[in-house]
């Protein structure tokens, strides 16, 4: 290969890398612009939720989801009657509109889809249905505040 054809393609290479480095940015700031077009308007959605669903071959998955301002989640499950256990997963949350959500682990695994209630999630089905049947009421995960109220600060003097 000659000098300046390897020169050309070397070019080529540099100027490829220059115009992908640039787009990147746009492109994620586009990415992050459409997930906060379909967050809820308050954000009366924050905190944590808590429940037990159920589960193939135990008792039910103890579920405890904190879902942060940040579009983050903490989510600690617990397969009861099989093992103490417990497992820690983080990620973000994608929102698909104001009400539905699909929770997306660190390493990029999609999770499971939620629906936003009055104080409760409903776990979705794969297609983002609700469940139905007499399990369905399972699949809710509640509400639960850490403090009912803020905690007073009293001064002495």
Request: with cysteine; hydrophobic share 30%.
């Amino acid at each position: 290969m000659s000098f300046r054809k390897a020169f050309k393609q070397f070019g080529l290479l540099v100027g490829l890398s220059g115009l992908f480095i640039l787009t990147s940015p746009v492109l994620a700031e586009t990415a992050d612009h459409q997930q906060h077009e379909h967050q809820p308007d308050t954000t009366a959605w924050i905190g944590m939720y808590n429940g037990s669903t159920p589960c193939v071959d135990c008792i039910g998955v103890k579920t405890t989801l904190a879902l942060n301002k940040n579009n983050s989640y903490i989510m600690i499950t617990q397969f009861l009657g099989k093992s103490e256990r417990e497992y820690v997963e983080k990620g973000k949350i994608v929102w698909s509109d104001a009400h539905n959500f699909q929770l997306t682990s660190k390493d990029g695994k999609l999770g499971n889809r939620y629906l936003l209630g009055d104080n409760a999630l409903t776990q979705l089905d794969e297609q983002g249905k609700a469940y139905t049947g007499k399990q369905a009421e399972r699949y809710v995960l509640r509400r639960h505040d850490i403090t009912a109220n803020p905690p007073t600060t009293s001064h002495s003097h």
